[in-house]
């Protein structure tokens, strides 16, 4: 414990090859950067493999659930019933159209929103759930759709996900965001995709990320409010050519999943992510674990940086950011689970090329971290 490592094994490795170099260079040769055909061949592709209806490519997946929330037809005043644990990006979408993400407190084993919770937040002004599929684990949509009001689903985490009853999570048929940044399981650098059922809801999602126009509408010509939202062809053709390989690296993550849960079974007080249960099945996304009750969360980050392993604090609890407790008065004890667990979380490096080497490596330093010296 003592040397300083000089190879840091990172938290993410985005795995691109000879298929992603030749699909880009094919777009730049092409002259068509933007608008141009590899959009709805990314869309389709993507919507085929999920089992979705439509999918709409858009820039980010915060611009997906900003899109998606407003095809649900959220708006000022309304409130929206979500998790505290997640990226803040699930709550923000909410407050960019003037409504208010009412939080919920989470599920202690499966960290997705509790929905007996959740039930318990809505009001008259509730119009629509958002529930939250974190670290790529299927949140409980059967009960969620029960409760009779429009959902949107945070999928930003979860492509591979499958729900307990055979459905891909993002292919239920509410709009559903996914998000392409790097350290995803499909990544092109910066993007996202909505899943929709409905072809007058795709309609509109291509619309708003397009400035408002209307497909058959002219250049420069807008009958509705829009946005930048669009994804380009380079990115398009990025995450096309990834997702003919998707399944082996899904295979992967969930390889190098399965390896740390070996090595890291029975450490005394460490939460691991939960298993699979009752037909769901996770989409590997991050490996974070909770540290034992009393272990300090800095100085082990520190500790395990010296050993050559990088990790980091995720996730924080949304409604304790400073900016959600100055706008809505949010403090600390409002939901117990939320913040007990994300104040003991952390990210360990995770990514499909992970070699059981690497993965025995951070396993032995964190061990040999919560041991202390
Ligand atoms: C749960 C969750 N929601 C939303 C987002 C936002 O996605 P993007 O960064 O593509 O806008 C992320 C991305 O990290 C996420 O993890």
């Known amino acids: 414990m003592s040397e300083a490592a000089t190879e840091v094994i990172p938290l993410a490795q985005p795995v691109l090859g000879p298929e992603e170099e030749a699909a880009v260079i094919e777009v730049l040769r092409s002259g068509q950067l933007s608008l141009g055909p590899r959009v709805p061949a990314f869309e389709d592709a993507f919507a085929a493999w999920l089992g979705a209806e439509h999918a709409c490519a858009v820039s980010s997946g915060t611009a997906g659930l900003h899109l998606a929330l407003r095809a649900v037809g959220v708006s000022e005043g309304d409130e929206v019933v979500t998790s505290p644990f997640s990226f803040v990006a699930s709550a923000n979408a909410v407050l960019f159209e003037r409504a208010r993400p009412v939080f919920a407190d989470i599920d202690a084993r499966t960290l997705n929103l509790d929905p007996a919770a959740a039930g318990a937040a809505v009001t008259a002004r509730t119009s629509a759930l958002l529930p939250v599929h974190i670290f790529g684990y299927p949140a409980d949509l059967p009960t969620f759709e029960g409760m009779g009001l429009p959902i949107v689903e945070d999928a930003c985490e979860a ?18 965001a996914f998000g392409f940044y790097a350290n995803k399981q499909l990544t092109t650098g910066e993007g996202g995709m909505v899943t929709v059922a409905d072809a007058a809801v795709k309609e509109r999602i291509d619309s708003e990320r397009n400035q408002g126009r209307a497909p058959d509408m002219g250049w420069l010509d807008h009958d509705r409010l829009g946005f930048n939202y669009r994804l380009t062809d380079i990115a398009c053709a990025l995450g096309h050519a990834q997702l003919a390989r998707l399944d082996g690296m899904l295979a992967d993550r969930a390889r190098v999943a399965g390896c740390y849960r070996e090595a890291l ?9 939960c298993d699979d249960a009752g037909g769901d099945r996770r989409g590997w996304f991050v490996f974070v674990v909770q540290l034992p009750h009393g272990v300090e969360r800095d100085p082990a980050i520190r500790a395990l940086r010296e050993l050559g392993v990088q990790s980091k604090p995720y996730l924080p609890a949304i ?39 690497q993965v025995a490596e951070v396993a032995e330093g964190l061990i040999a971290v919560l041991e202390g010296p």
């Open 159 to 176: 492509l591979g996900a499958v729900h307990g009853d055979g459905v891909r999570v993002g292919a239920r048929g509410h709009p559903a």
């Open 265 to 273: 079974a029975g450490v005394e007080g460490l939460g691991l992510p």
């Open 319 to 357: 409604h304790l950011m400073s900016f959600y407790r100055e706008r809505f008065g949010h403090h600390e004890g409002e939901f117990p689970v939320c913040e007990d667990v994300a104040a003991r979380s952390i990210a360990l490096p995770f990514f499909s090329e992970m070699t059981e080497g």
